[in-house]
């Protein structure tokens, strides 16, 4: 399964694509941020972001695309341009006939750390040690869209299986979020880093 993270934000919005499956070690194929001038209007910012995500989808192919789910932040103004950001991520993907799937980031930090409470740089250490790269991704938004992508490989079919069973159980959501929060974190097998496509920013 291939996935692309987007960690959504209109300064700088990072994205990460995955290979993998549950149980095994996931190899990174790119890397990178989209930046956008916070002299330009708000559309064009916008606008910008779209064309970046559009082209990332269809260079990579991604069987998913696994976005950070924005709840609330103590600035008003970049909590709206996240969630505007993540909107226009969403289309993009939808445009392209691509599946989107939002994780939280406790959801993410949990996956990808043990800890949902873990700090940006707790993120970027794990995120290196699990893909096996040779330098921390930089910076932090890189290393954040990468962790959506992990998360989404190891979670993602354990989280579609429990949607189903709790359809067919007639189960409530809460009770899906509860169990997503505790499952545990699959082992890893190790593999050979294979270093990451033209697309990133490492080489």
Not at 139 to 149: F, I, V, W, Y
Not at 176 to 183: I, Y
């Amino acid at each position: 399964m291939r996935v692309l993270g987007i960690d959504p934000g209109l300064t700088r919005c990072g994205w990460g694509v995955v290979d993998g499956r549950p149980g095994q070690r996931p190899t990174a194929v790119g890397v990178g941020v989209v930046r956008s001038d916070a002299d330009l209007a708000i559309e064009l910012r916008l606008l910008e972001l779209h064309t970046a995500v559009t082209a990332l989808v269809r260079e990579h192919q991604p069987d998913v695309v696994a976005i950070e789910r924005v709840f609330h932040q103590n600035n008003k103004g970049t909590a709206t341009g996240t969630a505007q950001a993540a909107g226009v991520a969403a289309l993009a993907a939808a445009q392209a006939s691509r599946p989107v799937a939002w994780h939280t980031p406790s959801e993410v930090k949990a996956a990808i750390s043990g800890n949902g409470r873990a700090d940006k740089e707790q993120v970027t250490i794990m995120v290196t040690r699990v893909l096996g790269l040779t330098e921390a991704p930089r910076p932090a938004d890189a290393a954040d869209a990468l962790a959506l992508a992990v998360c989404h490989v190891w979670r993602g079919p354990t989280q579609d299986r429990l949607r189903v069973a709790a359809l067919a159980s007639g189960a409530g959501v809460g009770q899906v979020v509860e169990k997503l929060s505790t499952a545990p974190r699959p082992a890893v097998r190790q593999s050979r880093w294979q270093g990451i496509g033209s697309g990133g920013v490492y080489r």
